[in-house]
């Protein structure tokens, strides 16, 4: 089968860009013809197989921008390529993209929900009716938890007849904890991510300030929030804090990092806390997303309650303190994700 994905892709930064990434890969191994649409990079040079698109960073414009220019291409690769079938990576723009090109083509169209465009984009009301659109357009619908995809059938009515639940997968050779050249002896707590309200940075870095243990915090990531957590950084004279900004090679920071934290407010299902898992690292995060679903507290991870810092403060201090309970915690995490998420599930590969 001749398939075209939509969204983030490699070298941009996060779950998304991971996941389809994966799934490149894994639809190769199967014997698939792969073709990627995704946002340009100067990173990144266009091949055959893989074709971005302009992004005109305008604020209000470059999504509209994105979307149209994207339309014409994707129109333009089904027809040139025949392509069978076009598995769009989060409701707006990819799953718009994908619903209106089907107009033009006749193309199945598949989308899958990450989580902030069912957690988040519906609270606009003029994206609200968009989203609709797009679920109720596209031939199938994949959700990456359970929790999401309630809460889709919720907001927009049932959809069960064509939805279906893919959970998030790690690359266990990868992502195998084995750390190269670690510069430092000191306890390294790290957060990856984008720099957004939702990740919950800010009762993090209030965790460090109260914290009555020495370690270094490092911060992965960039976005719209940084210079605010820089602020809180300063204005409260928070030690040992470095803001390291965006990488490509997560499975080398977690592996040479000694405890990972996901703070955060809102969540679909992390991809980050899978990977740490899967390196034999101990996970504070709180229970946000599916993430109770993953996490048996103080067995394979540590759960903390959203937005309670000085949970997070007690949790993080305490693994700090205790390298057995580190080393515990972190060997259960392990076995838990390789018996569990280490082989994709996508529907239409088994057609």
């Not at 968009?130 to 679920?135: D, G, I």
């Not at 403060?313 to 838990?336: F, M, P, Q, T």
Request: charged share 20%; hydrophobic share 40%; proline share 3%.
């Amino acid at each position: 089968m001749k398939i075209c994905i939509i969204g983030q892709y490699p070298p941009q930064i996060g779950g998304i860009a991971t996941y389809t990434s994966m799934l490149e890969d894994v639809l190769k191994k199967e014997g698939h013809t792969v073709y990627i649409l995704t946002y340009a990079s100067s990173d990144r040079a266009d091949d055959e197989y893989h074709i971005s698109v302009p992004v005109l960073n305008i604020p209000l414009f470059r999504g509209v921008f994105f979307t149209l220019f994207s339309i014409i291409k994707l129109i333009f690769l089904i027809r040139k390529y025949d392509i069978d079938l076009v598995h769009a990576h989060y409701l707006i723009p990819p799953g718009l993209i994908a619903v209106v090109t089907k107009l033009f083509t006749g193309i199945n169209v598949v989308v899958t929900v990450h989580g902030s465009d069912i957690n988040i984009l519906p609270d606009n009301k003029l994206l609200k009716p968009v989203l609709r659109y797009v679920l109720n357009h596209a031939d199938s619908v994949y959700f990456v938890s359970y929790l999401l995809k309630e809460k889709a059938e919720k907001l927009f009515g049932n959809i069960s007849s064509k939805s279906y639940v893919t959970k998030n997968t790690v690359n266990i050779d990868k992502f195998n904890g084995k750390c190269v050249n670690r510069k430092s002896d000191r306890i390294i707590v790290s957060f990856i991510g984008n720099l957004v309200k939702q990740k919950g940075l800010n009762y993090l870095l209030m965790a460090k300030k109260d914290s009555v243990v020495d370690y270094d915090l490092c911060i992965y990531g960039d976005g719209v929030e940084k210079d605010n957590l820089l602020k809180i950084v300063h204005e409260n004279n928070i030690k040992n804090v470095y803001f390291k900004g965006s990488t490509n090679v997560s499975w080398k920071v977690i592996a040479c990092s000694d405890i990972i934290v996901l703070p955060s407010i809102s969540e679909g299902s992390s991809i980050v806390a899978l990977e740490a898992m899967s390196s034999e690292k101990p996970l504070v995060a709180t229970r946000a997303g599916n993430i109770s679903d993953i996490i048996s507290n103080y067995k394979n991870g540590v759960l903390v309650d959203i937005g309670d810092s000085d949970g997070l403060r007690i949790a993080i201090d305490k693994l700090v303190e205790d390298s057995s309970l580190r080393k515990r915690i972190g060997v259960n995490a392990r076995n838990y994700v390789v018996e569990n998420f280490s082989v994709m599930e996508v529907p239409y590969m088994k057609e």
